[in-house]
């Protein structure tokens, strides 16, 4: 079951990216490299571009969404392709030692494919399955550079063009979700601490279904049940906490999600990738008013 909006599943998600970037930068990162080759970081790891690419020089402070394959020796051991399938970010941050590979990241172009080689000889810890006179390798795509005003005027762009495919009339919310009200409801209005109970159907802007409590297709076996949290806690996606408090109860409606309010660069699961704009089909069943806040108690005047 994929819940597009759960931000436990997108932590998750984003620890699991970082692991799997930190199994091929830690081995790195701590180890010199004995051999020559074509170029070299200031630390001494051994690299060589196999095709350059067009685009900008990567500098300390990007983020770039990158490719990774590990070998031992021609042995393939890792693949984020396999693994994830879409690219994963990465912050070029200070090298933290003169080993460190972001050095190898910063001499790098947008669109470089790069391996960096050394040998395990000089690994703190052999690998498994390896021995004297062994190399290891870390292939690197360097697929993109990530901006994040550029992403939004080009998401804005391709938002507009799915509205008017769609002859959608819509609204923006204060953060820029775009709400298209099909059918107004007459109850109360959503607001930061109410409960709220949702039917929904989330998909990608070509259509395909990512999730839905209302379509028994998409969750075999799964019990169909609305969906509730308290609006403003967030419980939910950026863009969900944003929409549902401009909707009333009774309300049918269409939000068009950019990504910075969805899963951004993480993406969540097979499905949602990186900078995925996000479709969803909501109903507001219900709103119930929040807990009201506590007031602290007034201590007692100190006595005289």
């Not at 690299?47 to 500098?59: N, P, R, V």
Request: glycine share 8%; proline share 8%.
């Amino acid at each position: 079951m994929q819940v597009p909006f759960d931000h436990k599943k997108q932590n998750e998600q984003m620890k699991k990216n970082n692991l799997l970037l930190a199994a091929s930068l830690g081995a790195l990162a701590l180890a010199s490299c004995g051999k020559s080759g074509p170029k070299k970081t200031p630390g001494g790891i051994a690299f060589t571009i196999e095709k350059a690419g067009k685009g900008e020089k990567l500098k300390k402070g990007d983020t770039v969404l990158v490719h990774f394959a590990s070998y031992l020796n021609d042995s393939l051991l890792m693949s984020s392709r396999q693994q994830q399938g879409s690219a994963l970010p990465l912050v070029i941050t200070e090298s933290r030692d003169k080993y460190d590979l972001m050095d190898g990241f910063a001499m790098l172009t947008e669109g470089d494919s790069a391996v960096f080689v050394l040998p395990v000889d000089s690994m703190p810890q052999m690998p498994p399955m390896a021995k004297k006179g062994d190399v290891m390798k870390v292939a690197f795509v360097v697929e993109s550079k990530y901006a994040a005003a550029k992403q939004n005027a080009q998401e804005e762009k391709e938002i507009a063009e799915y509205i008017q495919k769609n002859n959608l009339k819509t609204t923006k919310s204060p953060k820029g979700v775009h709400i298209a009200v099909t059918q107004e409801g007459t109850g109360a209005q959503a607001k930061a601490g109410d409960e709220v109970t949702v039917n929904y159907t989330g998909k990608l802007m070509d259509g395909t279904k990512f999730d839905s409590n209302v379509d028994s297709t998409i969750r075999p076996g799964m019990p169909l049940e609305p969906l509730k949290f308290n609006v403003g806690e967030g419980r939910v996606i950026p863009g969900w906490d944003d929409a549902l408090a401009q909707l009333k109860k009774g309300s049918k409606a269409t939000l068009v999600i950019p990504s910075s309010l969805a899963y951004g660069l993480q993406g969540s699961g097979p499905i949602i990738k990186p900078n995925s704009i996000l479709v969803f089909d909501v109903e507001l069943l219900d709103v119930k008013p929040g807990a009201p806040a506590e007031i602290p108690a007034t201590p007692p005047p100190p006595a005289k």
